[in-house]
């Protein structure tokens, strides 16, 4: 009975894998010849902040990394996000506001 039970729920257990690999992704892909931005937070916990947001050549390290593991070829800007492209605010920001702004990276081919 034991052997009965246990087989009809490994049946259960690959069907549902086999469901699930045949089922289709919604993962849709950007044009290749168009750009795409992403906002990140600054405090995002891996502490590339300061490289992205001075754009020294470790921000250019840092942003192609992202591009490429977001399916793009390489970052084609990089730095701290312009306030109105994420609040839609034109107001100038107070010093801790300033320090929580996103960052901002364009990817292209």
């Known amino acids: 009975m034991r052997r009965a039970v246990a087989f009809?729920?490994?049946l259960g257990i690959v069907a549902a894998g086999i469901s699930l690999s045949v089922m289709p992704t919604s993962h849709t892909a950007a044009a290749a010849n168009e750009p795409?931005?992403?906002?990140?937070?600054?405090?995002?916990?891996?502490?590339?902040?300061?490289?992205i947001s001075s754009k020294a050549e470790c921000g250019k390290i840092v942003a192609n990394a992202w591009c490429?593991?977001?399916?793009?070829?390489?970052a084609?800007?990089?730095?701290v996000a312009a306030r109105e492209d994420f609040t839609g605010s034109v107001t100038?920001?107070?010093?801790?506001?300033?320090?929580?702004?996103?960052?901002?990276?364009?990817?292209?081919?």
């Open 36 to 51: 795409r931005t992403f906002l990140i937070p600054a405090s995002d916990g891996y502490g590339v902040a300061d490289c």
């Open 76 to 79: 084609v800007a990089f730095g």
């Open 68 to 74: 490429e593991s977001q399916g793009f070829g390489k």
């Open 92 to 109: 100038k920001p107070s010093p801790a506001q300033a320090a929580e702004q996103p960052l901002s990276i364009t990817c292209g081919e």
């Open 8 to 10: 009809v729920g490994l």
